[in-house]
Structure formats: C-alpha cells, structure tokens
C-alpha cells in the first residue's frame, strides 16, 4: 500500500494572478509529488505503517522506527502538508471568516486584520524554509505558528485551520525574493469556507 499524490482540486492557472500557474504546476507536479514518492520509499519495509493515514504518523511520530522517523518527519510531512494546503487555496475565495470561526478569531486575536498580521508576521518570520500555520493547539485554542522545513504542527499535538507554505519554492518564480508580496496576494485565495470545516470539525 503506498500514498498518492491527490490531483490538484482545480487548474493550474485557477489561481492567478495570485499564485501563478507555473509555479502550481512545479509545486504540485515535482515538489509534492517528490515527497510523496520518498515517503513511500522511506516505508517500503514497514506495510503496517504505511497502511495508516499519514495524518497519524505524524500524530504517533515518536512510535515510527528512529531509523527512518527523519525521512517520515520530511516527506511524509512534505505530503501531507502539501495536500492540506492544496484544498485550503481555491479560485475565488479570499475575504474572510464567517460564523463561529470568525467570532473566536476576534476574541483571540483582537480581529481579523490583527489576526491577519500576526499571522503575516508569523510567515514573514520564518527563517529560511517552513510553514506558518493556523492551529486550534492541543488544548483546542487558536493560535498561530511557525515550523521549519516539513516539521509538522500534527506531531505537536495541533490541528491545522489554515497554512501557507514559504518555501522559495511556493512563490520564487512569480515574486523572486519578495515574499511579503507573496504573503500578501496569498490572503485572495484562502478557502475560509475549509477552514471553518475544519474548525467546527476540530472543536468537536
Ligand atoms: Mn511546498
């Protein structure tokens, strides 16, 4: 049993100008595919655990074997986060959060736009590769961080609302070293819809 790469859920070009097509069809077509190819390599040997979710790998990271936890932490994280973060985006979407997602994002960051440049802050702070996130955290509250390279907020104990990924890889073609510009034309295609799902889905 080996993972796969789900399709990107809609075009290449779905999201432009924000997120550039050629850059979609790298990101998901050679980079995400790329980890998902070395995670199923990394777990040739081990069936029992490439037969669960890759969600409870990273949950349960401290019970996959040492010698190859690192290569799991990476491209399995690698393959999951990309997944995740293909379905957070979406052609037009952006705005903002509506119902109970929204009241608590007000309550705990002081509004949306505070809530907005924290979380930029948080994206723009990231020292060379990782991800900047919106997490209800193990003790179910919001908050935002920030992982390095593919470490995973699941092996914290978090639960993913909303991510971007600041790799170079997820915006050098189009905005070169401005990744404030990036982080900026990003907020247009957030699916808010999703990530109040998985809000409601997380509080239960
Ligand atoms: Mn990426």
């Not at 996959?64 to 290569?71: E, L, S, T, Y």
């Not at 915006?171 to 295609?189: I, P, T």
């Amino acid at each position: 049993m080996a993972y796969e790469t789900p399709p990107l859920p809609y075009a290449y070009d779905a999201l432009e100008p924000y997120l550039d097509a050629r850059t979609m069809e790298i990101h998901h077509d050679k980079h995400h595919v790329t980890y998902t190819t070395n995670c199923n390599k990394a777990l040739a040997e081990h069936p029992d655990l490439a037969a669960k979710p890759i969600e409870q790998l990273l949950r349960e990271i401290d019970r996959v074997p040492a010698d190859i936890r690192p290569a799991v932490i990476n491209h399995g994280g690698g393959h999951y986060h990309h997944s995740f973060y293909w379905r957070i985006l979406g052609p037009g979407k952006g705005g903002q959060p509506k119902g109970p997602l929204a009241d608590e994002i007000k309550k705990v960051f002081g509004g949306f736009d505070a809530f907005k440049e924290q979380f930029a802050k948080a994206a723009l702070g990231r020292f060379g590769s990782g991800w900047a996130w919106l997490c209800l955290d193990a003790s179910g509250k919001l908050a935002i961080c920030d992982t390095m390279n593919q470490d995973s907020p699941l092996s914290k104990g978090h639960t993913p609302i909303l991510t971007i990924d600041v790799w170079e890889h997820a915006y050098y073609l189009k905005y070169q070293n401005r990744r404030a510009d990036f982080v900026a034309a990003w907020w247009n295609v957030v699916n808010w819809d999703m990530a109040t799902d998985l809000y409601n889905a997380g509080r239960r």
